[in-house]
C-alpha cells in the first residue's frame, strides 16, 4: 500500500487489466510502460494505475492518457515505450494508435475504430 505525492504528476496513465486486455498481454504492457518510465526518470511527473475494464475490449490491450483524454489501443509492449517516450516525455502522442482523444466538449474518434454501443439506444430499449 503506496501514498503518493502527485504535486508534481502531469500524466496519469491508466492501464486496462480487465480480462480481455489482460489476454492480450495487459501485464507486459503494463510492465513496459512503468519501465519505461522509470529508465526515462519520469516517475515523479507521470503516475500509472491499473484499471479494471475500460469499456473498449475490442481495443485491448486498451491505455488512456490524462489530462488529455488520449484513449490508446492494441497497446502491445512496443507500442508502450512509444506512449511513454513520443507522448509523455515529448508530448507527442502516437496518432495511429490513438481511439479517442478529448476536444474540449467531448470525445472525438480516430482512425476509423469500431464505434461500438450507443448508450442512448440501449437506454430506449430498457424503457420499451
Ligand atoms: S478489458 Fe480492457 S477494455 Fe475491457
Known amino acids: 500500500m503506496a501514498t503518493w505525492n502527485l504535486t508534481e504528476m502531469n500524466h496519469h496513465v491508466l492501464i486496462c487489466n480487465g480480462s480481455s486486455c489482460m489476454r492480450k498481454g495487459g501485464e507486459e504492457v503494463t510492465l513496459a510502460i512503468r519501465s519505461e518510465i522509470k529508465k526515462r526518470n519520469l516517475e515523479v511527473q507521470v503516475h500509472t494505475s491499473r484499471t479494471r475494464c475500460n469499456g473498449r475490449c ?4 486498451v491505455v488512456v492518457v490524462y489530462p488529455e483524454g488520449t484513449w490508446y489501443h ?4 512496443p507500442l508502450a515505450e512509444r506512449i511513454v517516450s513520443e507522448h509523455l516525455e515529448q508530448g507527442k502522442p502516437v496518432e ?11 470525445m ?8 461500438g454501443v450507443d448508450l442512448d439506444k440501449e437506454k430506449k430499449k430498457v424503457k420499451q
Request: aromatic content about 8%; overall charge negative; hydrophobic content about 25%.
Open 74 to 77: 492494441e497497446v502491445d509492449e
Open 108 to 115: 472525438e474518434l480516430h482512425n476509423d475504430r469500431v464505434i
Open 58 to 61: 475490442k481495443d485491448a490491450c
Open 96 to 106: 495511429e494508435a490513438v481511439t479517442y482523444t478529448y476536444n474540449g466538449r467531448g
